[in-house]
Structure formats: C-alpha cells, structure tokens
C-alpha cells in the first residue's frame, strides 16, 4: 500500500477541495437563469393559456414555464386563492422547485465532504507523522555513540567520578550483586549548574563499561499530539531491552519531570503528566539486574516531581558543582592539549582567576584565546590572547570606536569601578583585583572591577555583609564625588546583587537578630504582610551598610582619587598596579575603619 507523507495529504486535500468547489460553481453558473417579468403580464399570459406551469414556494418570487418553454420569474401575490385561479386557468401548478432543491443539497454536500476529506487527511497525516517521530526514537543508534570518553577523559568532578564508577562494576557484573541480594540502582540523577560536565559523566560510564549510550532530551517527550510522550517512554525503554545492558541518559529531565499539580486551581497539563506517569511506570518495571541504568540530568533539581525521586528510580542524586583551583588546572590542561602555548602561558594563574568558570566556559575561554592567536597570525597563544578572551568571555568583545563616549562619562566610569575596587580591598584583602578596566564593553557594560574572592566552602555573615558593601560601592563613590542628583544608571547589576544577597542573609540564612531563625522563603508570596515586611526589614539593612560604605569612601578618599587617576590615563589597571598605588597611599589605621 502506497504511504504518502504529511505534505502529500495536504496537497491532495487541496487539489479535492478545489475540484470540488469549481464543480459546484459550474453548477451554479449553468443553471437556466429566468427572464423576470411583470405581475400585470404574467397575468395577461395566464388569461390568454400561454403558462404552462407555475412553481409556488416560500420565497417572494414565483417560478414558471409559458408554453414555448421560455423560464420566467414573476412576483408573488400571496393570495389565498391564487393557487385556485391558477388551477381553473389550467396551468400546472407546483408547490416547490425539486430540481433547484437537489442542487443546493449536492452543492452543501460537496462542501461538507470537502472539508470532512480535508480532516481525514490531515489527521492521517499527523498520526503518521507520530508514528513516525516514535520509529526514529526506536532505532537510536546502537553504536556506543560518544562512548570512546573514558574517566581520564573528565578533569575534575573528582567526588561525582568516584560515586559513578562504582556503577560500572554494576553493569558489566549484575550476577555478582544479585547473589548477595543486592539491587542495582535504576537511575543516577546528576544535578548542577549549567557546563559542569553532566552528559561527559554519563558518556564516561557507558564508555568505561562498554555498552551503548542512548541519548535522549527531556524535550523529546513533551509534545502536542495526545499520548505520543508517553509512547515515546515506551519505545525508549524497550529499545533499552533490546540492547540488554545499556545506559540511558536523558538530559534536561526537569521538562517531562516536573511537580504534578492534579486539579489545583493553576491547572495542570494532562499532557505532560501522561508522560510523567509513563517514565515513572517504566522505571519501576524492568528489573534491576538487567544491567539497564538510567542517568538524568538537570539544573532544576527542586522542581522534580517527588516520586521521580524516591528510591527504586532515581536511587543516587549526585551533585556535579563548579571545579574548584585544582580542578579548573586540570580541566585547562585538557583543553590545551591539542593547542601550542607559549613559553609565558601560566595555567596555574589562568585556574586561579577563573573563579566561578565551569568546564564549558573554561573551555570556550580557551577556544577564544586560540581563535585570537589564529586572527593575530600567531603561530602560538600567548597569556596575551588569553587575557584578551577572559574580557571577552566576561564582558564582551572591547568597543573599538569609542569618540561618541564623553570624558564627563569616562570620569563617572572612573570613579565607579575604582570605588568597587578600593572597598573591595579595604575589606577584603583576601580578595584578589586582578583587574580593573573602563573600557565598553559590545554587551553594553561601562567598565569592570575582577573581584576574585578566596577559595571556600561557606560564607561567613561578615563575608556577605562585605560582598554587599563592595557591590555598593560604585554608587557610593558617584554620590560622593559628584552627589546626590548626579548618580548614574550604571549601579543597576550591582543594586541587584545587593538585594538578592541582602534578601538571602535575612530572610534565607536566619542571619539577622530582629528577623530571627526563620526562613521566610516559605512564607514569600502567601502573605502580603509577611512580603511589605520583608522589603522594609532588607531596606534598612541596606541603607545602614551604604552609610557605612560612604564612610570607609569618605577616609580613603585621596586613594579613591589615585585610583581614578590612573584608570583616566591608562583605561586599564593591573593588579600589580592597584597594590602599588594601596601600599604607597593606604594608612594602616584607615584600613581598619569601622563599618
């Protein structure tokens, strides 16, 4: 039997309907048209026998033949007793039209049998085409794609590695656990920012064990058509059976696996739970001992619906963080292997600065640099190139045209990034300032201080009470220098962060005396008292800390000035510079102000 595809349906529904209609306007056209007459000569005709038939109706016209055969239409008196008159006349008469009937019924018809044609094919067309998208789910290459990656592969992510590799003794020997009763976990949910290195873990483990990775995107299962999600599930998993021992990586999990609302007032989608119901039905039927693991990964962990999470599915949650100094020094030198540094390239300060950097943007930093080596026509990456893509990777591309920029905003700019720098310094000599720069940036940022704070597993309230007063201090220093009404939008990122960290000192980590132990964030959002409460509390917190920052401002303020000075000059300050500049000017007592 010939299939046609969904464009094939369309056309032919198309090419029926417009057959179709031309049928019925040609109908229309070759009806025989009447030659409407007046009542006064009909009448005339009617009294010398030259009418021979008459068709009565509803409508306000009447219908007839004269003897020559010659159609006619004429008003419709409407009297009681016209039928009657016409009848001793002897002319035939008819009540209603058949033949012009029969047409109007063949013409509604063809149009409902157009249109019922039309849906027939379209929904044929979509069946087929889910059928289809399951197929091609169904036939996942069964080739071990991607699974050359081994785990020296993976720099970094030491403590997920460790808790993943136990999982490949557990599929390439499920005998062994299954004598001691043991059963193998079904599903690994690894969790953690974006770029940490999630889908190379799971690669790594069907490499290290030598069995097929089928890929899927959590995406793939949410779809229009009803029921095809939840069949897609289906074919996923028996596909898994088929290859025996397997691993199943399904990436972005949170978009089939969120938290089912049942009939709550917000509503739900059907659609999605169907899926969910059907992933979570699947999980919980093959054994445990197939050698058969599913791996998840997602950003979202706390909007996981809860049975997804329950022993017997996903039995180990694994946290994959951001690399720490050693472990961006690894994953630098992974991806410089097949790149040529140069002799004044240093990885260890690279790893150092590059807090906060996750392998793939360590990697695209990378990647940069040697792009930039390549349009310089070097034969080499110099730290020179590396130094250029960290700006870039951070803040953007550097403006080149930089003359519609006034030295009244390039003061301002100054004085902003050099107040970040200056307070982060005076409170946080731990911290490092790699540097500081007011050039645009193409993702429209003014300037920038590299604030890299130390390595460290908690932060301390002084520690956020300082990072607060450093992300207020660019405002303190416009305020100061050139006061209250001359302020500038430029503080918009930094107000931000205050408040985001002010909220989470507060109302998240009970570090607050008049607010207390309690986390509030359960609260937000139920209780308009409890939220106006919140803002006048993280208000006067704030306004107290940027007091204290204009302060520490105001007794350095001749450094403040030396900084600006020399960012006026030279647009860019080094961190050997800006310890410079604080040695020579900084007065040891002013360094222990009181904030």
Known sequence: MTSFSKKQYISISIILVIILASLSVYLIKTQEKPQEITYKVFYEL???????????????????????????????????????????????VKEKDGSLNAINIIQTLIVIGAFI?????????????????????????????????????????????????????????PDKYEKLGARIPRGVLLYGPPGTGKTLLAKALAGEAGVPFIAVNGSD?????????????????????????????????????????????????????????????EMSGFKGNEGIIVVAATNRVDILDDALLRPGRFDRQIEVGLPDVNARRKILQVHTQNKPLAIDVDLDKVALETVYFSGAKLESLMNESAMLAARYGDDEIKMKHINKAFHTVIVGEEKQDRSSISNKDKEITAYHEAGHALVTKLLCPENRVTKVSIIPSTKGVGGFSMNVPAERMYQTKKDIINNIMVALGGRAAEEIVFGI????????????????????????????????????????GRDKYIDNKMIIRSKEVIEDLYIKTKLLLVDNLHILNKITEKLIFNEILEENELNTILSENLNDKRMFVKC
């Open 485 to 524: 009404d001359s302020i500038t939008t430029g503080a918009v990122n930094d107000l931000e962060k205050a408040t985001e960290m002010i909220l989470a000192m507060v109302y998240k980590f009970g570090m607050d005396e008049k607010v207390g132990l309690l986390s509030y964030s359960k609260f937000i």
């Open 221 to 281: 299962f949410v779809q229009v058509y009803a029921g095809l999600g939840a069949s897609r599930i289906r074919e996923l998993f028996k596909r898994a059976r088929l290859a025996e021992k397997c691993v199943i990586f399904i990436d972005e999990i949170d978009a089939v696996g969120k938290k089912r609302r049942g009939n709550e007032m917000s509503g739900g989608n059907d659609e999605n739970d169907r899926t969910l119901n059907a992933l979570l039905t």
């Open 46 to 92: 009617v009294m010398d026998n030259k009418v021979s038939e008459v068709v009565l109706d509803s409508n306000a016209k009447i219908k007839g033949y004269l003897n020559n055969g010659q159609y006619f239409v004429t008003d419709n008196p409407r009297t009681e007793d016209f039928k009657e008159e016409l009848l001793l006349a002897g002319v035939e």
């Open 117 to 173: 044609g039309l849906i027939f094919f379209l929904n044929k067309g979509k069946a087929k085409l889910a059928q289809k998208e399951i197929n091609d789910l169904a036939n996942i290459d069964n080739s071990n794609d991607g699974c050359t990656i081994k785990f020296l592969d993976v720099a970094g992510n030491e403590e997920a590695k460790n808790s993943i590799k136990e999982l490949v003794d557990f599929i390439c020997n």
